[in-house]
Every structure is written in C-alpha cells, then in structure tokens.
C-alpha cells in the first residue's frame, strides 16, 4: 500500500526544475529578513516578548485559558464597564450601538490599559519593579473617574492575590506588599502584565487577553441588561477578537506617556452611574 501510494503521488506531483542560479541555499533562506507590513526589511533583534517561531506550548496555552477566563474569581462579573449607564442614557439600544459602545471601549482600551500592561510586562520581565510601578501609577492617574478607578484596583487587587497563591513569584510578593503599603495603587492591567511575565507568556498574549477580558465583561452585562441574542454578542466578541492584532500593532511601540485615555462620553457615563437610584453593577 505505501509502496503503491507512492507511485501514485510520483505521477500526479509535477517537479518544476528550478535553475541552481535561481535556487537560494538554506542559509540564505534562514537569513533572510522578515519583511514588515510598509515593505521595509526588519532587522530588529526580537523583544522581550519572545516574539519569534517556536514550537507550541500547550501548558502556556492552558495558561491563557485560565487566566483569560471571565469566571476567573477576581470581581469581573461585578462590573459593567460603564454599560449600564450607557443603556439607562438610551446611547445604547440596539446590537448596533452596542457594537459601537464594545469597539470605542476596546480602542481605548489598547490605548492606555494595555500600554501599561505591556510596560509592566516588559518590567516584569527585566526584574525591574521601579518600572513596574511607574506603570501602575501612571495608568491610575489617568483614570479619572471614581468607579473606573475601584474597578481597576479592586481587580487588580484579587488577580494579584491570585497569582500569588498559585505561581509565588518574588515580583509579584513585592508588588503586592506596595499595594497593602499604599505605595502604588494596584491597577488590573498591570497585575495581568506581571503575571504573564512569571508565567513566562509573551506579551502579545497578554494582550489578548485583556483585550478579550474587556469585551468580554461588557458583553456579559449586555445579557443581563438588553434584549440580545447570545449569537449577536459571539459576533461582537468574534470582530474584537479579529482586531486585536491591529490594536496591539498601533500601541506595541507605545511609552507611557503616550498613553490616551480621552473618551469624555463615557467619563460622563460612569460619573452618572455613581448618582444612579437603580444599579445592578458597581459601574
């Protein structure tokens, strides 16, 4: 039978012989660098992410998983992400206005939160807590409402204890111990960047999984809140998800001072949730 099926492949496969002129060497091949999206040849030395081809990892894939859950126990499902005002203001009513409400909250997401967890990430990485919580406080200052301020620390508070108990990393006890100090305020993004760090994921998928984590907290409220097909909020969640890759291009070579949290309607939205005599999320 292999000795059959290998004739078989012989007559149907036409080799096309190829000038040794024209056919390059294995090395050149290997070395050859990658070009980048604009054309140009990339040869930067690959990041702290690890971003380069190696075989796949299922525990780190596991990892993801469970850390990018939305029934991971860190408060999420308490949050809303200031979509309850946004439909008790009528901005939101229908899928469409929701898939607008989910994307302008992802954009701005990948706009500060994951510039900050990419920081700490890069950080983690380098064994470098100054960075670390220069990142943590630089993300907070830039919240500037109250109940996105308590979302933030209240998750990152309990992702960090979290990842303590399970992985025990010395930069993660450190962190923590700033946190019951009041040295640094403890934001989500950057507890999930230092633990993607101990984890050994690379950045990249850090922040995916926040970006996932964000759209995710959203659409979760919205089955609670409107009349949505769980079918419409999977598409949603589906376009975030074919996305991402764009977003972490736009902010990957981002600074912390480049960090831009300018979305005012939503600022609105959120300071209306804390004066709102009916609330079935904390924001």
Not at 115 to 138: N, Y
Not at 144 to 161: H, P, Q, S, Y
Not at 246 to 269: H, Q
């Amino acid at each position: 039978m292999i000795t059959r099926t290998r004739r078989i492949m012989s007559i149907r496969i036409k080799r096309i012989p190829v000038s040794p002129a024209h056919s390059p060497s294995i090395r050149e091949l290997v070395e050859k660098p990658v070009p980048e999206a604009n054309g140009e040849s990339n040869h930067a030395t690959p990041s702290i992410a690890g971003a380069g081809n190696r075989p796949p990892n299922i525990t780190e894939l596991m990892h993801v998983l469970q850390f990018g859950d939305s029934v991971l126990p860190v408060g999420a499902f308490s949050f809303s992400n200031g979509l309850e005002s946004a439909i008790q203001q009528r901005l939101v009513h229908d899928i469409e206005t929701l898939r607008q409400f989910v994307m302008t909250a992802i954009r701005q997401s990948a706009s500060a939160d994951a510039i900050a967890l990419l920081a700490a990430h890069r950080a983690g990485c380098a064994h470098d807590m100054v960075g670390v919580l220069r990142a943590d406080t630089a993300l907070f200052n830039r919240k500037l409402n109250e109940e996105m301020r308590t979302m933030t620390v209240r998750m990152g508070k309990k992702l960090g204890e979290l990842s303590n108990h399970l992985i025990h990393t010395p930069l993660l006890i450190d962190w923590l111990g700033h946190i019951e100090r009041k040295e640094t305020p403890g934001t989500y993004p950057v507890g999930l960047g230092l633990l993607c760090a101990g984890l050994g994921l690379p950045e990249h998928d850090a922040f995916a999984m926040h970006q996932y984590g964000t759209a995710n907290m959203i659409l979760s409220a919205s089955l609670r809140l409107m009349k949505i097909h769980h079918f419409d909020a999977q598409a949603i969640l589906f376009e975030v998800n074919t996305s991402a890759a764009t977003e972490y291009a736009r902010v990957s070579g981002s600074t912390l001072d480049e960090m831009a949290t300018f979305s005012p309607l939503l600022d609105i939205m959120a300071a209306a949730h804390v004066k709102a005599h009916v609330r079935m999320f904390m924001n």
